[in-house]
């Protein structure tokens, strides 16, 4: 018997040192990855699993090539999806209060749709085609998903034809509109393929986001697979059920009923008229020093923390303290740029008299700036937070340059000649078997793209060169691996949006369309490439073979724009007073109007009268120079102490996690840093096998309870009889009015303004 486990000892350390050789040998990231634990990776590699817990415990390491995938069925159901969901949100993207219906509602709705389909719908073949083939697979379902996420939100194009119509009186027909949202958006699309052997193949890309997704496929389908571990207790498919059924009961109360427990100043309901406290604890115009929130729609508004690795949260919650609960203040209570004559925190901009910035007063009739006009009116003046914001926005940009050459130049290098069945990943290899999508493909979508934006360009008075569209191109190529990296790894990403306006405006100074379209261009030509990218990722772990993916993103992208293109037009021409705040239904238009007043702080007054050296916000270009030191500090620091807890510290991340301020506070990010403490480190560390097999079941059932959950409040109690519900009940009882009755809620500055404040001349 001895002998027999002497034997058995032998044997498992030879087996042991077999995977560390192999851990050696294999390229798992070409960089110090945080996310990867060695004795974690040891055992995924045993199993010919993933080296990463988070990515076994969401997504199976086996495929069977010969489930259904691109059927009649998963087409027409993601086709009805693409119209409608697109189409729905475009309606409301211009109304207020307003809401989204996410691609995870999708998700879960073309699940029973699917079922009915495969129950009742006879099996027949029309020209050779099946209506019924069989059960609703997984791999259907994720296709129609896919699809259905392709264009939920509303195209950020669509803005600029909103913003021409009601800021400038500028109609252009149907062909530029739909040349317009076609190239922003599939521009995109072409560069994140091409960019799939840096974004999608590495397993150290592991896009968190999609694990939840993933887990939520899963769960529904009842898959079972080795890395969920062998834990006892409740199925997945009975935990969500349950988490679900509590998360949408649960949200009619603070997202309806009882909002203060959304808003929980609890702090600021003691002392309502002291100023200083509630501008240190308040939630809706404060720092959110109370810590607290019983609404996960605040807790997930970023991202969602039980989706998101402990070690990016903790990056981003030393930059949240840091720029906002030390820095603000400093430069708060020392009246920097006038600052305690407004708000703390705000996301409008104002003019000299307290009032919100009438960009109006100084536009001239051609809507360019009338100086005349500008000099009799206002400068213009940020809040503190506003204003860190931006120079965290100028500090990321150079720091995710500096970093991606810095640590991650060896696994750009590597992976720009590694194919996918060289990839040390047992996902790879499994997609390896399928045809892969020739990169000329993307090509030509690219050229054809390409083509409409010169289109745009030159055929319409867009006052918009050519080389500014190709410069925009640039800079969002230019960007695309460093920030899809720190994405895949970290969940967080870097916005191109402020870094875009400030270039144009000192480019092209004056013309505030030209100013949208090379935003559009530059940033979301990235955050469309990564978008897809994250769907390539989605589709790389579901199993999906890569051609059935290319033609179901290109036509879902295609016909959503269209679609919400379509909408729009429908709205303007139909809808009385479109846009206008006294519109009696709602829409008013709030984001179009945030999108116009960028567009004339940006475009027409321009960066050089705010950014300037000796402007009033000058000293906020320092910034570009901190986010070159600090990643080159950290570098050298890992060169000389490398297992230190210098390899968890991201500067990218921590310039541009609290990105999201403003029109996010500090609700959104402090609760969120304390769930995530609680199951990414705690759970995670001490109750692994638990976090192995339900933590990402949990992060999707509480996401659709909140969907679901939200999207019936609204239809059922906000949006019938013009919002009246409750209005005379419900809406003025103590618990939905507390948290406003402040200092706070009514955003009320330090000093009380006589007259004018700020510069004599500007």
């Known amino acids: 018997m001895s002998g027999h486990s002497s034997g058995t000892g032998s044997v498992d350390k030879i087996d042991s040192e077999k995977a560390a050789l192999a851990i050696g040998a294999l390229p798992l990231a070409d960089f110090d990855d945080p996310n990867i634990n060695k004795e974690e990776a040891l055992t ?48 409301f993207y211009f109304r207020y209060p307003s809401v989204n219906i996410t691609g995870m509602v999708a998700q879960l709705l073309s699940f029973p749709m699917g079922r009915l389909w495969a129950a009742v719908v006879p099996n027949i073949s ?56 076609m190239s922003t958006q599939l521009i995109g699309f072409s ?24 887990a939520l496929f899963n769960t529904l389908h009842a898959q079972s697979y080795a890395g969920i571990g062998n834990r006892g207790g409740i199925s997945r498919e009975r935990f969500f059920v349950y988490v679900f059924s509590a998360g949408c009961a649960w949200y009619f109360i603070p997202g309806y009923l009882f909002q203060a427990l959304s808003y929980f100043t609890w702090v600021c309901w003691i002392a309502p008229d002291n100023v ?13 020093m109370s810590l607290i929130t019983f609404d996960w729609a605040q807790i997930t508004y970023v991202v969602n923390p ?35 004559f407004l708000p703390i925190m705000s996301r409008t901009s104002y003019d000299n008299t307290g009032a919100a910035y009438d960009v109006t007063a100084i536009l001239g009739t051609d809507g360019t700036l009338n100086a005349t006009a500008y000099e009799a009116y206002s400068p213009l003046f940020l809040s503190t937070t506003f204003a860190v914001s931006y120079g965290l926005s100028f500090a990321s940009i150079t720091a995710t340059i ?33 045809r892969q999508v020739p990169e000329w493909w993307y090509l030509i979508i690219f050229v054809i793209m390409f083509v409409f934006g010169i289109i745009v360009i030159e055929v319409w008075p867009t006052q918009f060169p050519v080389w500014g569209f190709v410069l925009a191109l640039i800079i969002a190529f ?116 945030v999108f116009g007043t960028a567009s004339i702080i940006w475009g027409v007054i321009g960066p050089q009268r705010q950014f300037s050296s000796g402007q009033m916000y000058g000293g906020l270009l320092w910034f570009f120079l901190i986010g070159v030191l600090c990643p080159l500090g950290a570098w050298i620091i890992s060169i000389k102490w490398p297992n230190s807890i210098i390899r968890y510290i991201n500067f990218p991340v921590i310039f541009t996690g609290t990105s999201y301020i403003p029109p996010a506070t500090a609700v959104n990010y402090v609760p969120w840093a304390i769930v995530g403490f609680i199951f990414q480190y705690v759970i995670r560390r001490r109750h692994f096998s638990w976090w192995t097999k339900y933590n990402y079941v949990l992060a999707a059932a509480l996401d659709s309870g909140l969907a679901v959950s939200i999207i019936l409040i609204f239809f059922c ?13 419900v809406a003025k009882w103590w618990g939905n009015n507390v948290f406003l009755n402040t200092a706070d809620g009514k955003a009320m500055s330090y000093y009380t303004i006589n007259g004018t404040f700020g510069p004599s001349t500007w």
């Open 44 to 91: 995924g590699i045993l199993e010919d699993d993933s080296p990463y817990p988070e990515v076994r415990s969401a997504v199976s390491n086996t495929d069977d090539m010969s489930i259904p995938v691109s059927t009649l069925r998963s087409w027409v159901m993601g086709f009805f999806w693409v119209i409608i969901v697109p189409g729905m949100n475009q309606f």
């Open 126 to 181: 029309i020209f050779g085609v099946r209506l019924n083939p069989g059960p609703f697979t997984i791999k259907e379902h994720v296709l129609v998903t896919i699809m259905a996420t392709v264009g939920w939100q509303s195209a950020y194009a669509t803005d600029i034809v909103a913003v021409q119509r009601v800021f400038y009186g500028q109609t252009f027909n149907f062909s530029y509109q739909w040349m317009l949202v």
């Open 191 to 214: 560069l994140g393929g091409i960019m799939r052997r840096f974004l999608v193949l590495p397993p150290s890309m592991i896009w968190p986001t999609n694990l939840v997704t993933c």
């Open 276 to 288: 200083v406290v509630n501008q240190l604890f308040g939630y809706e115009s404060g720092l959110g």
């Open 306 to 340: 039980l989706a998101t690795p402990w070690w990016s949260e903790a990056n981003v919650l030393v930059g949240f303290v840091f720029f906002f609960w030390i820095l603000t203040p400093v430069l708060y209570y020392t009246n920097t740029w006038y600052s305690k």
């Open 402 to 434: 500096t970093h991606a050459i810095l640590f991650f130049r060896k696994q750009i290098w590597a992976q720009s000649r590694r194919s996918i069945d060289e990839q040390p990943d047992i996902h790879a290899r499994l997609m390896a078997r399928y």
């Open 478 to 593: 230019l960007y695309i691996i460093p920030i899809g990296m720190i994405q895949a790894i970290t969940n967080q990403q870097v916005g191109l949006n402020v870094i875009t306006e400030l270039v144009v405006g000192y480019a092209i100074p004056g013309r505030p369309l030209a100013m949208m379209l090379f935003k559009t261009w530059g940033y979301i030509t990235m955050a469309q490439a990564l978008q897809f990218a994250q769907d390539f990722k989605l589709g790389h772990y579901m199993k999906i073979p890569p051609r059935t993916m290319f033609f179901a993103q290109v036509s879902a992208a295609a016909i959503a724009g269209t679609v919400q293109l379509g909408v729009q037009a429908w709205m303007f021409t139909n809808i009385v007073d479109m846009c206008s705040t006294k519109q009696p239904d709602g829409f008013i238009c709030p984001n179009t109007q």
């Open 717 to 729: 109690l906000q949006y019938p009889q013009n919002g009246t519900i409750g209005a005379n009940n």
